[in-house]
Nanobody, 125 residues
Framework: QVQLVESGGGLVQAGDSLRLSCAAS????????MGWFRQAPGKEREFVAA????????RYADTVKGRLTISRDNAKNTVYLQMNSLKPEDTAVYYC??????????????????WGQGTQVTVSS
């Protein structure tokens, strides 16, 4: 089982950039599909992006394509979310998640096995 710890959130202005990090414990990080999700106040948790174990495949929500980029460094057991051109509607708690099966990049929260505690991102207009 892996433990996940997010960092890098904060308060920024619209148009700014942030990079979120998610550090994972455990020896098998490189075999997991990793995802980023977010949850705004009063809303359900939603898919943001996912990446395959070898970084060969990525998947994004339509609302973030072209602005947010997911990447990973298996040597450092870390997955990243580079967030550019941030908008007020990006304000949410951002969670990273691990899917132990490496078969596909799911958009569903139900398909991920382990979650971090979340990091707050607030974008002011």
């Amino acid at each position: 089982q892996v433990q996940l710890v997010e960092s890098g959130g904060g308060l920024v202005q619209a148009g700014d950039s942030l990079r979120l990090s998610c550090a994972a414990s455990g020896r098998t990080f490189s075999s997991y599909v990793m995802g980023w999700f977010r949850q705004a106040p009063g809303k359900e948790r939603e898919f943001v992006a996912a990446i395959s174990p070898d970084s060969g495949t990525t998947r994004y929500a339509d609302t973030v394509k072209g602005r947010l980029t997911i990447s990973r460094d298996n040597a450092k057991n870390t997955v990243y979310l580079q967030m550019n051109s941030l908008k007020p509607e990006d304000t949410a708690v951002y969670y990273c998640a691990a899917r132990y099966r490496r078969d596909y990049l799911s958009r569903s929260t139900y398909d991920y096995d382990q979650w971090g505690q979340g990091t707050q991102v607030t974008v002011s207009s």
